[in-house]
């Protein structure tokens, strides 16, 4: 998988530096959640707490640990 870099440090799988370490992600089509608005940010997403408040469908919030099929790929946590 890319690189992903991400500052939603909310997430379980998110790493210093801005680094997503979850072994793949799931990116949702915003378009058919914003109306065909073209949304690249909106708000403060380092503070997100579902999904739907990322682009990113594996998000998972720290508290709630791991997804049942998406490991985190480092250690270091
Ligand atoms: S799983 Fe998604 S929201 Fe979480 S760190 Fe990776 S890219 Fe960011």
């Not at 799988?13 to 949702?28: K, L, P, R, S, T």
């Not at 914003?34 to 380092?46: F, K, P, T």
């Not at 640990?65 to 490991?71: C, D, F, S």
């Amino acid at each position: 998988m890319p690189e992903v870099k991400c500052e939603v440090a909310s997430c379980y799988y998110w790493a210093q530096g801005n680094h997503c370490a979850a072994e793949f992600i799931e990116v949702a089509n915003t378009r058919t959640h914003r109306g065909g608005m073209e949304v690249g940010r909106l708000g403060n997403q380092a503070y997100a707490t579902t999904s739907q408040e990322t682009c990113c469908a594996t998000f998972t919030p720290k508290e709630h640990g791991p997804k049942e099929n998406v490991r985190r790929q480092d250690a270091h946590r």
